[in-house]
């Protein structure tokens, strides 16, 4: 199987009060990134680098305590690569061959 490496952006935004929260972020079940937020009135534009095979890929994020934080990640999109969005949270690498 050939891999085939994609990168997507994804816009983050959370709301929170009081203490920064932290959040991972996972394609498929991979964990890429865990970060704290200590932005405020802001939203990351988040990207997210693959290399791997043809396929349906799942981007997720999770707050480590949901009691702290909403997070609401939106606008995913394809940067360079042969990919696609498929709905609001995966990513459909094409196979080239």
């Known amino acids: 199987m050939q891999n085939y490496f994609v990168q997507v952006t994804c816009d983050v935004h959370m709301k929170w009060d009081k203490e ?14 865990e970060r704290t937020w200590t932005w405020d009135n802001y939203y990351l534009e988040e990207l997210i680098q693959i290399e791997a095979p043809a396929g349906v890929y799942t981007i997720r994020y999770e707050l480590l305590d949901p009691s ?28 080239e061959s």
């Open 20 to 33: 920064p929260p932290s959040y991972r972020l996972f394609v498929n079940d991979e964990l890429f990134t």
């Open 68 to 95: 702290l934080a909403h997070i609401r990640p939106k606008n995913l999109q394809v940067v360079t690569g042969p990919a696609t969005i498929l709905g609001k949270d995966r990513v459909i690498i094409h196979d």
